[in-house]
């Protein structure tokens, strides 16, 4: 099992940057990759980024150029940086990873963009 907690949310004008953390811990040794999905309010939640233990990523197309992904070799922290926030970024942050048979997902941070 995993267990995943977010941090780093809160409310900034657009154009600013906020960094949102995943803390992850449980049977981390297993992960392969992990990745950040949001979630606005009457919309579907949607992947935003993801990064595997090789350091590949993957971006939607609507961050690409403004959010980066990272994390530390353990996986004990997975990192989204934000920059150029635009108010249409507002939503719940979610930390995410699958371990067979289950997909583990934080709590959420709420980010919230002022126009």
């Known amino acids: 099992q995993v267990q995943l907690v977010e941090s780093g949310g809160g409310l900034v004008q657009a154009g600013g940057s906020l960094r949102l953390s995943c803390a992850a811990s449980?049977?981390?040794?297993?992960?392969?990759?992990m990745g950040w999905y949001r979630q606005a309010p009457g919309k579907e939640r949607e992947l935003v980024a993801t990064i595997t233990s090789a350091g590949s990523t993957v971006y939607a197309d609507s961050v690409k150029g403004r959010f980066t992904i990272s994390r530390d070799n353990a996986w004990n922290t997975v990192y989204l940086q934000m920059n150029s926030l635009k108010p249409e970024d507002a939503a719940v942050y979610y930390c995410h990873t699958y371990l067979y048979p289950m997909n583990y997902w934080g709590q959420g941070t709420q980010v919230t963009v002022s126009s």
């Open positions: 449980g049977s981390i040794f297993s992960i392969s990759a």
